[in-house]
């Protein structure tokens, strides 16, 4: 049987932007159309991912609903150089002094650099207009871009909290990553899939939109199958939670129309 979401309570609260708990080490910011994530540990917190620049305030909330606050931040991790997942990253590297890892080769695109025109495929007008009026309202078009990375690579575990592990996922980006938490049971795998294709609203596991090299980045998926956790943590959609090893052959079918 093909796994499924973990309940449709998950997907009710999100979409508010209700703050998210998912385990014990684990919390969420933002909804099903942009999301990034918290591990918390008694060593402090990591993120990983940005969203938005209106995720500022997101973050602010969860951290102090956790009992936390800016200080415990240790570092951001992106999952890639894209605008919706560098958000608040370059405040916090400026303000907090908090360092921001991301792939060797998305840094430039980080920083602001030229990036090719990727694949958009199919969409739908009421679904456009909804991501477009989110990221309208969370400060999407006053993207700060990073003026200082620190470059990582593939199997590099990295000295922040929870011990996050880079895998590298080229195809969305050639940088793309999945960052993996064994403390948190969860692997955050940006816009290596989707379970929410902002461009036509449909749910499921499937392929991101916005991919340079759609072929590589289902290949990539083959990486998360060895991979020890049960929540798979996109950019985009609601959290899910199955055997890992199911997750490539679910997007190659939604690839290949056959995922609804």
């Known amino acids: ?12 609260s999100v979409r508010r932007g209700t703050p998210m708990k998912i385990g014990p080490h684990l919390h969420r910011i933002g909804n099903d159309v942009v999301a990034a994530y918290l591990v918390d540990t008694p060593d402090g917190v990591t993120v990983v991912d940005a969203g938005l620049a209106g995720h500022w305030t997101d973050l602010l909330r969860e951290l102090a609903a956790m009992g936390r606050t800016l200080a415990d931040v240790r570092g951001v991790v992106l999952t890639h150089g894209d605008t919706d997942h560098l958000g608040f990253a370059e405040r916090l590297r400026r303000e907090q002094g908090v360092p921001v890892y991301v792939h060797a080769a998305d840094a430039d695109r980080a920083r602001g650099g030229d990036k090719p025109r990727p694949t958009v495929g199919r969409w739908r007008p009421a679904a456009v207009l909804g991501f477009l009026a989110h990221a309208l ?16 690579g593939d199997g590099d575990v990295l000295p922040l909290p929870g011990a996050p592990r880079v895998v590298g996922m080229p195809g969305h980006s050639p940088g793309s990553i999945a960052v993996h938490v064994p403390v948190a049971d969860a692997v955050m795998v940006g816009d290596a899939l989707t379970t929410r294709d902002v461009l036509t609203g449909r749910t499921g596991l499937r392929p991101a939109p916005f991919t340079d090299d759609p072929a590589q ?13 049960t929540w798979v943590l996109p950019g985009h959609g609601a959290p899910w939670r199955g055997d890992l090893a199911a997750v490539q052959e ?8 056959h995922g609804g």
């Open 217 to 229: 980045a289902l290949d990539s998926l083959a990486r998360l199958a060895g991979l020890g956790a």
């Open 250 to 257: 679910e997007v190659r079918r939604a690839a290949a129309g």
């Open 1 to 12: 049987m093909m796994a499924t979401y973990r309940s449709h309570y998950y997907h009710a």
């Open 137 to 152: 309202r969370k400060g999407g078009l006053r993207t700060t871009y990073l003026t200082e990375v620190v470059e990582v």
